[in-house]
């Protein structure tokens, strides 16, 4: 499953570089990525289209992986960063440094991580103050999510006019003009966190089984699931800085690759390939559809990804009347 999830990455990857309103060959686009390309060659690929696809790639891992993490912690295919409200503390973070404090990329990234981590803290406070309740993880969690969209509302309301259409259009979620800085921050995110991640996912199959289990098998239950939370919060607040709220990746990637794999575990790292995938797929699907119109790949995956949700809704309710 993996090697189909690559080549599947291969093959976006050489559509979205070598198609659009500039078309190349394969052998022009390969010769501007080592550097032999003409110059206009290079300019598309190395300026326009590589960048555009890193961030796409590594913002879907990370939403990816942390989706897997947080679903694994709560036994719930709903435990999710977009549900449960991480995306949104980010995305309140984000928003007061837009519109309060109007920060840079380096100061909205600093927003987002607090944010993200701050309401990590408070739903962890309040869900996991009598041991391991995945149950009430989610559901505090979509309380507090609704919480923080309103105060998102309520930020834009009080922004300038400019302020406001940045913060609303920020909010979608979009790979649009996104450079080498957004590439470059999501390569960073990646390499401190994923192999972190790597380490103590390999913990979160006996989390599954219970805290008393976890210990008996020499699991330090809490600090594992801290640990685990935390690369969580910063993957998708990391994600969230980069491109804006991207909605339903973290919810539907991990599902996608269990399935696939035919694997009862977390499997972060199918789950970070399946991430990369839809979003790379999303991405160049709003490029090539809807040309020349620039819809933010947020319209796509929360197209999609309602659907996919509502129909996760109906196996559920159906399991539990089973």
């Given amino acids: 499953m993996g090697l189909a999830l690559l080549a599947a990455l291969v093959v976006t990857a050489g559509a979205s570089l070598t198609t659009g309103d500039f078309e190349l060959s394969v052998g022009e686009a390969f010769q501007a990525l080592i ?10 690929v190395n300026t326009l289209r590589l960048p555009r ?67 990590a803290v408070v739903v962890y406070l309040l869900a996991f103050t009598r041991g391991s309740q995945g149950f009430r993880l989610v559901v505090i969690g979509i309380g507090v999510s609704a919480i923080l969209l309103a105060v998102n509302s309520y930020l834009i309301t009080r922004a300038s006019l400019q302020d406001a259409l940045e913060a609303q259009t920020w909010l979608i979620g979009s790979l649009n003009s996104r450079t080498w800085d957004q590439a470059t921050m999501m390569g960073v995110a990646l390499a401190v966190l994923l192999p972190i991640a790597f380490r103590f996912g390999r913990r979160l199959s006996l989390l599954e089984m219970g805290d008393d289990t976890a210990r008996a098998l020499g699991v330090d239950a809490a600090r594992t699931r801290l640990v685990l939370l935390a690369v969580s919060v910063g993957l998708a607040a990391a994600a969230t800085a980069a491109t804006g709220p991207i909605w339903f990746v973290a919810l539907a990637a991990p599902q996608l690759a269990r399935r696939l794999a035919r694997s009862s575990g977390p499997g972060l790292l199918p789950a ?41 809704l109906v196996a ?3 399991k539990s009347r089973a």
């Fill in 35 to 44: 550097g032999n390309g003409s110059g206009s060659a290079d300019f598309i």
């Fill in 53 to 119: 696809l890193l961030t796409a790639m590594a913002v879907g891992a990370a939403l990816a992986v942390s989706g897997a993490i947080l679903q694994s912690l709560s036994r719930n295919p709903l435990g999710s960063p977009d549900i449960i409200g991480f995306t949104n503390g980010s995305a309140t973070g984000a928003l007061t440094v837009i519109v309060v404090l109007h920060g840079g990329m380096a100061q909205i990234a600093a927003g987002a991580l607090i944010g993200g981590l701050a309401t």
């Fill in 272 to 312: 970070a390939l399946m991430g990369a995938v839809l979003l790379a797929v999303s991405d160049f699907a709003v490029q090539r559809v809807f040309s020349p119109a620039l819809l933010p790949v947020g319209t796509a995956t929360g197209t999609v990804g309602g659907l996919y949700l509502i129909g996760l």
């Fill in 316 to 318: 559920e309710a159906r």
